[in-house]
Structures are given as C-alpha cells and as structure tokens.
T-cell receptor, first 109, second 113 residues
C-alpha cells in the first residue's frame, strides 16, 4: 500500500539552526515525491519535487530509494520558514497524491 | 488569473442539513480534487475528477457526493451533514500529464453542530 510517514508533528528550532523534516514512504514502484508548504492563513503550495533536484528558499530534498526517504533540509532556518510542511507521494497512473500527516516547523527568534 | 477559488470560506451547519461547496478554477485544468484536512491526519482525498463529466472516489468518500458538469467547476455535496464532517476542505486542480503538481484553493472551514 502507498503510504507517507512524517514522524514529527512539531519541530521547533532556533533561527540559524539546521532543519531536517523527515519523510518516509512506502511504494513498490518508482514514486514522484513532493514537499508542499502551508504558511499561516495561506493555501498549500508546492515547495519542491524530487524530479527537479532544485533548491527552493534554501530547502533541498534528496530521494533515497534504499531508505525510502525524502527528507527536507535547510542549513540555516529563518523565522519566515515557520509553516506546516507536507510530504506527498504520487505513483503509477492514479493521478492522486498521498499526503503525510504534516510537520509544523516553528522557528524561534 | 484567480487560480483556484472556493465558496464559501466558512460555514456552520446543524446535523442533518445539506450544503454544496463550490470549487472553480480558471487555469483550464483537466483534473480536480477535493480533500479534507484534519488535525493529525494530514490531507485525505475525498473524490476527484479527471475530466468534465467524470468523477471517482478517493480515500474517504462516504457521506459526500461530487459533480463535474463544467470543466472549470467541481462541486462537493454533503446530503446530511454529521459532526464527523467538521473539517477544512481544500480543492485542488492540475493539468493532465506532466508532473503531479496540484494547485490548491484557500479552503472552506466547515463546522457541523
């Protein structure tokens, strides 16, 4: 079964500290993986996807097929990074996204 | 472009009442989705549509119905609301093919008393 696990409900760090938001997935084929972000009182928006291998707002995520992980990382957290982050998986021809339960990142000044 | 819009933004219902949530998109997207967001459970897919006139069940379809009579609109109906349907509802859309990047609406906060 397809599943996305985000083990941390809340991650609190100080400004300037490194951040790692964990995401593990379960999928038998070749998945597409995404990170979506929801800032306070805003809609969900795509942050990055593994296919692009890009860095957005200083965040990167590497797909590790051996560990079935897609952790989101940033070397130096900023207060404006505070938001809810969702990892999502898409696989096969279903055209659907399977979301994790989300991690609330709180960056303290 | 307004992108994806949702109507209404907030609603309070009594148990047993019915209502329809409207999602509209002006990006000519083929695929549209309805999710519910609950604390600790993330986003769960209710129903989705891959084109005008077609709909399919998602992960949690019970108690909901949908219709896609026009390409730009996707309606979510609650025939007899229950307190368990208290949630924030999000609509999303995307193009067919390509990457599965979905564009989300601002959400509708529904409370069922």
């Amino acid at each position: 079964a397809q599943r996305v696990t985000q083990p941390e409900k809340l991650l609190s760090v100080f400004k300037g500290a490194p951040v790692e938001l964990k995401c593990n997935y379960s999928y038998s084929g070749s998945p597409e993986l995404f990170w979506y972000v929801q800032y306070s009182r805003q809609r969900l928006q795509l942050l990055l996807r593994h296919i692009s291998r890009e860095s957005i707002k200083g965040f990167t995520a590497d797909l590790n097929k051996g560990e079935t992980s897609f952790h989101l990382k940033k070397p130096f957290a900023q207060e404006e990074d505070s938001a809810m982050y969702y990892c999502a998986l898409s696989g096969g021809a279903t055209n659907k996204l399977i979301f994790g339960t989300g991690t609330l990142l709180a960056v303290q000044p | 472009n307004a992108g994806v819009t949702q109507t209404p933004k907030f609603r309070v219902l009594k148990t047993g009442q019915s209502m329809t949530l409207l999602c509209a998109q002006d990006m000519n997207h083929e695929y549209m989705y309805w999710y519910r967001q609950d604390p600790g459970m993330g986003l769960r897919l209710i129903h989705y549509s891959v084109g005008e006139g077609t709909t399919a069940k998602g992960e949690v379809p019970d108690g909901y119905n949908v219709s896609r009579l026009k390409k730009q609109n996707f309606l979510l109906g609650l025939e007899s609301a229950a307190p368990s349907q208290t949630s924030v509802y999000f609509c999303a859309s995307r193009i067919a093919g390509g990457y599965n990047e979905q564009f989300f609406g601002p959400g509708t906060r529904l409370t069922v008393l």
